[in-house]
């Protein structure tokens, strides 16, 4: 237990400088010590609500959080992972591992892709209600809302049905289609961390039971390790950051679709 605890430190570490939860490697970590997948999502969502509560408050310090959208976004997400923890324990485990492992190579590719100015395109939209014009933290971006949200309920249904919180995808989709900058991006994804993976958290409780002392050690050193990670973040490169990232998403993706053979 304490191996695996200090692990999850290490893990949330190093996601945390990502804005990311950790569920795309919290998962593999428990099916690989023996821990069925039912539980190991519940304790999964449980860990990133709390490395997102973590990573939250310290981004907030920092100034990087885009408040206003985040809770705009927050609706979608969180209602989509609610559904998907609810609907998961009628699923096959065998089916919600390869949607977990594709969810993880689809989020790599986007990420790692160049991003492209979207905000000129957008701003010859004619209808003023379709694109909203955000200034925070430094940075200028267009948000069409009537894609960005459909897309960020649908990531989030599927996320929080495998018991992860979605950032590897929600992340590019306010990228590449919100505009918005990727270290901005990172920050704000922390907020929907807490609160999609709380509501899909709260969809797997109803349905599957909790071991609250596993979970509450591991949230601890999770914690720890989310908010130290959170802190170092801006010590690193935008591109060095993005290619990372990438290179996490495809080791999880592998490193689960060998558990689902092995």
Same mark, same amino acid.
């Given at each position: 237990?304490?191996?695996?605890a200090l692990?999850l430190?290490?893990?949330?570490f190093?996601?945390a400088i990502?804005?990311?939860?950790?569920?795309? %490697?919290?998962?593999?970590?428990?099916? =690989?010590?023996?821990i069925?997948?039912?539980? /190991?999502s519940? =304790?999964?969502l449980f860990?990133?609500m709390?490395?997102?509560?973590s990573?939250?408050?310290?981004?907030?310090?920092?100034?990087?959080v885009d408040?206003k959208?985040?809770?705009i976004?927050?609706?979608?997400?969180?209602?989509?992972a609610?559904?998907? !923890?609810?609907?998961?324990?009628?699923i096959n485990?065998?089916?919600?591992?390869? =949607?977990?492992?594709?969810l993880l190579?689809?989020?790599?590719? %986007?990420?790692s892709?160049?991003?492209r100015?979207h =905000?000129?395109r957008?701003q010859k939209?004619?209808?003023?209600?379709l694109v909203?014009r955000?200034?925070?933290?430094?940075e200028?971006?267009?948000?069409?809302?009537l894609?960005?949200?459909p897309?960020?309920?649908?990531v989030?249904?599927l996320? !929080?049905? $495998?018991?992860?919180s979605g950032? +590897?995808?929600? $992340?590019?989709?306010?990228?590449?289609?919100?505009?918005?900058?990727?270290?901005?991006? %990172?920050?704000t994804?922390?907020?929907?961390?807490?609160?999609?993976?709380?509501? +899909?958290?709260? !969809?797997?409780?109803i349905?599957?039971?909790?071991d609250?002392?596993?979970?509450l050690?591991?949230?601890?050193?999770?914690a720890?390790g989310?908010?130290? !990670? /959170?802190?170092?973040?801006?010590?690193?490169?935008l591109?060095?950051?993005?290619?990372a990232?990438?290179?996490?998403?495809?080791?999880?993706?592998?490193w689960t679709l060998?558990?689902? %053979?092995?």
């Open positions: 237990m304490i191996i695996l692990v430190f290490a893990v949330s190093i996601l990502f804005g990311k939860g950790g569920g795309e %490697f919290y998962i593999p970590i428990f099916l =690989t010590a023996g069925p997948f039912s539980r /190991a519940a =304790t999964s860990l990133i709390t490395a997102g509560l990573m939250m408050i310290v981004y907030h310090r920092k100034s990087l408040w959208t985040a809770f976004i927050i609706l979608a997400s969180a209602s989509g609610f559904l998907g !923890g609810l609907v998961s324990s009628s485990p065998l089916y919600l591992k390869a =949607t977990f492992a594709l190579i689809v989020s790599a590719y %986007f990420i892709r160049p991003v100015a =905000t000129h957008l939209v004619r209808y003023e209600w909203w955000r200034k925070c933290c430094g200028s971006y267009c948000f069409s809302l894609i960005v949200l897309l960020i309920f649908l989030a249904f996320a !929080g049905m $495998v018991g992860i950032g +590897g995808l929600i $992340v590019p989709i306010l990228v590449l289609i919100g505009g918005m900058h990727l270290r901005v991006a %990172f920050a994804n922390s907020v929907m961390v807490f609160f999609s993976s709380f509501t +899909g958290f709260l !969809g797997h409780a349905k599957t039971g909790i609250w002392h596993f979970t050690v591991m949230a601890l050193f999770v720890s989310a908010v130290l !990670g /959170a802190h170092y973040s801006s010590r690193f490169k591109h060095h950051m993005k290619r990232f990438a290179w996490i998403l495809i080791i999880a993706a592998a060998a558990k689902i %053979f092995v």
